[in-house]
């Protein structure tokens, strides 16, 4: 059974640091993009940043040089540092994986096989 479980969320203020992880079991990933997107009360779920089986990233523009996306293929895990909060930062965050796709990032939620819980961050002003 594949489960992604994400850890580190919560609340902090604005301009503040969080940095989320997720682990990954039941199957290595090390192939496989994997990513994180995020949903705000009333919005679509949107990719935050991936990365790809071989590393390269991509960061939405709005998180372009706030966020980082890093991968450790040997613990299988996906972290997502966050610096410089604002805010429209405030939402739930999804871990995901792509078990089809080595190089493509797809910025379309239907286009990745699994998914984490959530969990929530908060950025207060």
């Known amino acids: 059974q594949v489960q992604l479980v994400e850890s580190g969320g919560g609340l902090v203020q604005a301009g503040g640091s969080l940095r989320l992880s997720c682990a990954a079991s039941g199957r290595s990933f090390s192939g496989s993009a994997m990513g994180w997107f995020r949903q705000a009360p009333g919005k679509e779920r949107e990719l935050v940043a991936g990365v790809s089986g071989n590393k390269r990233t991509f960061y939405a523009d709005s998180v372009k040089g706030r966020f980082t996306i890093s991968r450790d293929n040997a613990k299988n895990t996906v972290a997502l540092q966050m610096n410089s909060l604002k805010p429209e930062d405030t939402a739930v965050y999804y871990c995901?994986?792509?078990?089809?796709?080595?190089?493509?990032?797809?910025?379309?939620?239907?286009?990745?096989?699994?998914w984490g819980q959530g969990t929530q961050v908060t950025v207060s002003s």
């Open positions: 995901a994986a792509d078990r089809s796709s080595y190089y493509f990032i797809s910025n379309l939620p239907e286009n990745w096989d699994y």
